[in-house]
């Protein structure tokens, strides 16, 4: 076994008690879990995030208590979420997964395999473990993709995707489609490298296909998008899938949200601009692809920002949902962008069908606005002025507030409820000081991929974060609930009619699913940017959510970025703990 795992096997005995039913856990497991289980990041394939159980409920979920709390013994702003399987929970660290009893936290086994060189990746891994046919499969931050066993923890396959002298590797879990782990690196930022989507047999780890979200030749269309072809030892690509995607077994596709195009900025023709510096669509950066799970095709895609020059990857994990649109059902893909907006697509043609904002009116308040809405075939009308902006400073560098900032507008997973229709957005409204920086002639590739510097940030409204509850058809707000913080989590919405969320204000509430009365509050240690989910074991429900804070993104610190700080607090910073809620025995 290589010299950098190890695995630290406790109360095997126990564990191996569980294996028999495990090992028994189907597809349809995954396609449609049990009540009671969490096998993967969305619950579902689908990322709805939704949970039928009832127990707790808006009559009784006031009454609800901590079960049992467990510090990971690590610090991160972690951005991630358990799964749970036959009352096992199974926890992302920096350097593996750890198995817990879901009913009081106590280890079982725990997997750990640290970097064994220097891909730079500080960011804890986001999304979840995904389990399956008696495995445990994670990605790790130096590019390979694990299999343990359930039971043990014991590394099964072990099959490495990517280059670790480009700084390419993983911030984000897998996601199972079809009896195949997907799962896309990053490596944009830090290295040069090309986006890519991986799949891999669940079996036995071997790599089945590989799609290349930037064109390699010029047979593939998007070639003629680029005025210079992409290459990676030149730097020309980016467009790392960093965050989770999402399986949809009735179109049979999967969908993932790319990244910015590198370089960023086009103050250098040579390279991401055509000879009079005009922007090239750059395809497919900033974009939403959907690959054909079978055979790792492009079925569809959609662009939100041609030509992007302002860091705005669209890495929104995407939802899909049937719905009734104009008397007929319809299945829909439904997208959050980074630039404020929401796609509703065809979700097996990929047909614009609507896009909707969560704010009033996304371009006030703003000294520069990237976008400013989409024509009725869903293409980003994008503001000259920021674009002349962000190119005024290759001489002498200055700062021009951009609207939204770099925390994005849409960050964290939404949740989409089948009983009342609604999905559930998490949003920020900050902006920030920005502006562009020339790569450097010298660049080489393995060496950071972006330039630019930022200053204060503000605000487009008189709030930082909200969770918005909208109609994906119509678009209308059903209700908000204004956040005076920035907030990146990840709600769940439940049969009970609940929505529980952690927020950056170090609590965790639960809000009624159809009116947003919030119902039930408890203060946490720190504040959050992690995912809630709910269970159950032996016929208990319960609810987890995690912590963990390393910086002061999101925070009122000072009032040129919050005109509301008087009278609010900065939540201290803490390390990755969980935190797990039931009702009283």
């Known amino acids: 076994m290589n010299p950098y795992r190890r695995i630290r096997a406790l109360a095997l005995v126990a564990a191996t008690s569980m294996a028999t039913f495990a090992l028994a856990q189907t597809a349809e497991d995954l396609l449609n879990p049990p009540p009671g289980e969490w096998p993967q990041m969305g619950r579902d394939t689908i990322q709805s995030r939704y949970s039928p159980l009832d127990q707790i409920n808006t009559s009784n979920v006031s009454q609800l208590q901590l079960s049992w709390a467990r510090d990971m013994g690590y610090s991160q702003s972690f951005q991630g979420g358990p799964a749970v399987w036959n009352g096992v929970m199974y926890v992302a660290t920096q350097t593996g997964v750890v198995a817990l009893d879901a009913t009081n936290g106590t280890t079982m086994w725990e997997y750990s395999s640290p970097n064994p060189g220097t891909v730079i990746s500080d960011s804890a891994l986001r ?7 008696g495995k445990v499969f994670i990605n790790t931050r130096y590019g390979a993709v694990v299999a343990l066993d359930v039971a043990t923890g014991e590394e ?3 099959t490495q995707l990517t280059v ?22 990053s490596g944009a930022d830090f290295g040069g490298a090309p986006g890519k ?5 669940a079996e036995d780890g071997e790599l089945l296909w590989t799609f290349n979200i930037i064109p390699t030749g010029p047979d593939d269309p998007a070639w ?14 980016g467009a790392s899938a960093w965050n989770a995607g999402a399986y949809d077994p009735e179109s049979g596709i999967i969908l993932y949200g790319t990244g910015q195009p590198t370089p960023w900025d086009r103050l250098d023709p040579t390279r991401r601009a055509d000879p009079d510096g005009n922007p090239t669509a750059d395809l497919y950066t900033v974009s939403w692809v959907a690959v054909d799970a079978e055979t790792g095709e492009l079925r569809w895609y959609r662009q939100a920002l041609p030509g992007d020059e302002w860091d705005m990857d669209q ?16 299945r829909i ?3 959050g962008s980074t630039t404020g907006y929401t796609y509703i697509v065809d979700a097996d043609t990929g047909e614009y069908l609507a896009n909707h904002t969560s704010f009033t009116d996304v371009t006030e308040g703003a000294e520069y606005t990237i976008i400013l809405g989409y024509d009725e075939n869903g293409t980003a009308i994008v503001s000259e002025e920021a674009r002349a902006a962000n190119q005024a400073f290759e001489e002498s560098f200055e700062f021009f507030l951009m609207c939204p900032g770099l925390r994005w507008a849409h960050i964290a997973p939404p949740a989409y409820s089948p009983d009342t229709g609604l999905f559930y957005r998490p949003n920020n409204t900050l902006c920030i000081d920005y502006g562009a920086q020339i790569m450097p002639d010298n660049w080489q590739p393995g060496e950071r991929a972006y330039y630019f510097e930022t200053g204060s940030e503000g605000l487009w409204f008189d709030r930082v974060g909200a969770l918005t509850a909208f109609d994906p058809v119509t678009g209308d707000v059903v209700w908000e609930f204004a956040h005076d913080y920035g907030y990146d989590a990840g709600p769940v919405v439940t049969g009970g009619n609940l929505v529980f969320s952690a927020f950056t204000d170090r609590t965790i509430r639960a809000f009624d699913a159809t009116t947003g009365d919030v119902l039930w509050s408890n203060v946490l240690t ?21 912590v963990g804070k390393t910086g002061f993104s999101g925070y009122p610190l000072i009032p040129d970025y919050n005109p509301n700080v008087e009278g609010l607090f900065i939540p201290p910073t803490g390390g990755v703990a969980v935190f797990v809620y039931a009702l009283p025995n």
Do not use: C, L
Not at 227 to 236: E, M
């Open 164 to 185: 670790e002298e480009r700084n390419e590797g993983y911030t984000t879990n897998p996601i199972w489609a079809d009896g195949k782990i997907i799962s896309a690196p």
């Open 156 to 158: 099964v396959w072990n």
């Open 197 to 201: 989507i991986h799949a891999v047999d």
């Open 333 to 335: 893909a439904i997208m």
């Open 224 to 237: 003629a998008t680029w005025t210079n072809p992409p290459s990676w030892d030149a730097g020309i690509g």
């Open 526 to 546: 720190t504040g959050s940017n992690a995912s809630t989910i709910t269970y159950a074991v032996d016929g208990k429900q319960y609810v987890a959510t995690m």
């Open 127 to 133: 999304g979840a473990p995904v389990i399956y046919d």
């Open 315 to 330: 890495h929104t994990v995407p939802t899909f949902a049937t719905v009734d649109w104009d008397g007929t059902e319809r």
